[in-house]
T-cell receptor
């Protein structure tokens, strides 16, 4: 089955720790995205990547970092500099070849809680 | 500034009671408008993409329409399994594919 997987489903972080959230897709999509979802708010873009070895900051990139070494993988690191990291994190991907739609497809999400 | 506003925030319907959800937007150069369904604790599930005013798309009990300022998601004779949060998003011209999301409408359908 083609799709997007995220792991872990639940993650607990202590103050001062860095944690890495995994996102893998087998849809052969070029573009990948990370969003954060808080109660009562819309999804907010953290980082995105349109091609391997390249990525751009979204609207709320402070305290986060990413890498894109493989087309299939786009891990997100939540650093200790992120002051309020408790949230639901969503990864998405999109085909970006000529003629493709802009539709993004989402993974199941990771819920991060700071203890 | 690009903005997406959804209304109402929450909607309660009786099974079979049809209604509409609204998504109004302001964006420079609309490229596409997207509707997603999200169940609690899960990732959004894609429903529709609309590209131009006047366009309509249907799937089972759902029908999405688009004007130059807003989109409606019409739900005909809803069932309890239609209960979810419905998200609206827009993309603007350019090929980054970045989406701007509204806050969502939480729909509860009672049997």
């Amino acid at each position: 089955d083609g799709g997007i997987t995220q792991s872990p489903k639940y993650l607990f972080r202590k103050e001062g720790q860095n944690v890495t959230l995994s996102c893998e897709q087998n849809l052969n999509h070029d573009a990948m995205y990370w969003y954060r979802q808080d109660p009562g708010q819309g999804l907010r873009l953290i980082y995105y990547s349109q091609i391997v070895n390249d990525f751009q900051k979204g609207d709320i990139a402070e305290g986060y970092s990413v890498s894109r070494e493989k087309k299939e993988s786009f891990p997100l690191t939540v650093t200790s500099a992120q002051k309020n990291p408790t949230a639901f994190y969503l990864c998405a991907s999109r085909a970006s070849d000529r003629g493709s739609t802009d539709t993004q497809y989402f993974g199941p999400g990771t819920r991060l809680t700071v203890l | 500034e690009d903005q997406v506003t959804q209304s109402p925030e929450a909607l309660r319907l009786q099974e079979g009671e049809s209604s509409s959800l609204n998504c109004s937007y302001t964006v420079s150069g609309l490229r596409g408008l997207f509707w997603y369904r999200q169940d609690p604790g899960k990732g959004p599930e894609f429903l529709f993409t609309l590209y131009s005013a006047g366009e309509e798309k249907e799937k089972e009990r759902l029908k999405a329409t688009l004007t130059k300022k807003e989109s409606f998601l019409h739900i005909t004779a809803p069932k309890p399994e239609d209960s979810a949060t419905y998200l609206c998003a827009v993309s603007r011209s350019g090929n980054t594919g970045k989406l701007i999301f509204g806050q969502g409408t939480t729909l509860q359908v009672k049997p």
